[in-house]
């Protein structure tokens, strides 16, 4: 099955520099990649995702590329503030169906004001 | 974007009783739903897919009985936790994907569940 890894773990930034975000998934069935972000005691939100057939995708202040070759995909932040901070997940999984997500370990991140 | 709502969001229950979290998609048909287990600051660990007009598909470890799992409609899945105990003590988020949006997942808002 899906293997998705994620690095850091931890990651803390002063406000204003950017963060980065890598996971790795082992699965080349999977062609979808969204990323979460949970804010304490409340549910994972969607902030963006992309899909096999694209490399990179932006929205403001976020991106995400992909390597389908390499089976990682990234998420970079820029600009960052205070409110970014949260512990943020990737997930791999196959677009148009109903079947599970496999998700990381995620990443608490810090932006320190 | 679709809506998935869970309900209760907070409950206390003696040891011993029997909670029933309910999750509904709102404004899409899931025939799939995903019950997942949240300890402190750690990562979302799935415990099981709910199917709707059939059993569920529990992950590896999880107890069957101990959490029961019910897909009776195309938007509603509930998770029973029988006979709770204070390790049972938890963060539970039911999630769906909407096949009708490139297969998005929505999450509901979770239930905090602490057993006395």
């Known amino acids: 099955g899906e293997n998705v890894e994620q690095h850091p773990s931890t990651l803390s930034v002063q406000e204003g520099d950017s963060a980065v975000i890598k996971c790795t998934y082992s699965?080349?069935?999977?062609?979808?990649f969204p990323w979460y972000k949970q804010e304490l005691g409340k549910r994972p939100q969607l902030i963006i995702d992309?899909?096999?057939?694209?490399g990179e995708k932006k929205d403001q202040r976020i991106a995400v590329t992909l390597n389908k070759t390499a089976k990682h995909f990234s998420l970079h932040i820029t600009e960052t503030q205070p409110e970014d901070s949260a512990v943020y997940f990737c997930a791999a999984g196959e677009a148009n169906t109903g079947n599970q997500f496999y998700f990381g370990t995620g990443t608490s991140l810090t932006v320190i004001p | 974007g679709a809506v998935v709502s869970q309900h209760p969001s907070w409950v206390i229950c003696k040891s011993g009783t029997s909670v029933k979290i309910e999750c509904r998609s709102l404004d899409f048909q899931a025939t799939t739903m995903f019950w997942y287990r949240q300890f402190p600051k750690q990562s979302l660990m799935l415990m099981a897919t709910s199917n709707e007009g059939s059993k569920a598909t529990y992950e590896q470890g999880v107890e069957k009985d101990k959490f029961l799992i019910n897909h009776a409609s195309l938007t509603l899945s509930t998770l029973t936790v029988t006979s709770a105990h204070p390790e049972d003590s938890s963060f539970y988020i039911c999630s769906a994907r909407d096949i009708t949006a490139y297969g998005e997942l929505f999450f509901g808002e979770g239930s905090r569940l602490t057993v006395l």
């Open positions: 699965d080349s069935a999977s062609n979808y």
């Open positions: 992309i899909r096999s057939n694209v």
